[in-house]
């Protein structure tokens, strides 16, 4: 058991029959009545986030989440394979789990996916990933000192926002997690 109290970013905790993620968290030591915890918590398995108050006393059963490394298959137009290296088992995932990764992760690629009770629930992409760049437009010659950018599509089919020398066939290296553009290979 584990107590409002003790919550830090990234813990897990069952609530209500729900398994929630503490996003965000603070103590709160009004002058005058008892102490608190404001947490804005996420339900990790439908993915909805609200802000609630706890009692620091009140107690919460922690949530056992594990974490495998998979390999993206493929997608047949509705669900996405994910294979388990170890047992060879192929897990489909529903567009919602995958929503976000799904943007970085090419055929073949690792992704770590969590589960809660054997029922996965989120696939997360690695940090940084190298993909080839699809589509941009020409940059402009000479234009390299303002800092400029322009849009550029990924293998992917990702965009974001690229320096004006990333040309079509360039592998660039993306932040996934804030999905930005951070050097060319």
Known sequence: ????????????????????EVVDFQHV??????AFVRAKIRSVLSGGARETTFNPTEKFERAVIETKEMQYLYNDGSLYYFMDNDTYEQIPFERESVEDAISFIRENDTATVNFYEGKPFRVTPPNFVELEVTFTEPGLKGDTSSGATKPAEVETGFTLNVPLFVDIGDTIRIDTRSGE???RL
């Open 29 to 34: 030591k009004p002058g005058k009545g008892a």
């Open 181 to 183: 553009y951070m050097s």
């Open 1 to 20: 058991m584990i107590s409002a109290g003790d919550f830090r970013k990234g813990l897990t905790f069952v609530m209500d029959g729900d398994v929630y």
